[in-house]
């Protein structure tokens, strides 16, 4: 008698039947109670609006210089390892990703 492989096992089948009864039954909030929680949290005074005047935010940054083993990639402008070097053209390095 030949086997299919592919059929779900019965004790598999009947667990998902399970879990997605109880995921059915479960109490699950109205659709319209949800979207009326969230348009009341976008109106919060922690967001900020799309247009807001940043000017006097500082960001921190801490540069970290490029190590002797690492190259920037002239198509990416990413700083990669120099094991991912593709090719060097005119001192301009380009890595594996870039050139595919």
Not at 47 to 52: D, K, Q
Not at 59 to 82: A, N, W, Y
Request: aromatic share 4%; proline share 4%.
């Amino acid at each position: 008698m030949a086997t299919d492989y592919d059929e779900v096992r019965p004790d598999v089948a009947e667990a998902r039947k399970a879990s997605l009864d109880a995921v059915k039954s479960a109490n699950a909030p109205d659709a319209r109670s949800v979207t009326l929680d969230l348009d009341e949290a976008d109106t919060s005074d922690g967001v900020e609006l799309p247009g807001a005047d940043l000017s006097n935010e500082e960001l921190t940054v801490t540069v970290v210089p490029q190590k002797e083993d690492e190259f920037l990639c002239g198509s990416c402008f990413l700083i990669r390892h120099r094991s991912q070097l593709a090719r060097e053209t005119n001192g301009v390095g380009y890595c594996l990703e870039c050139e595919g």
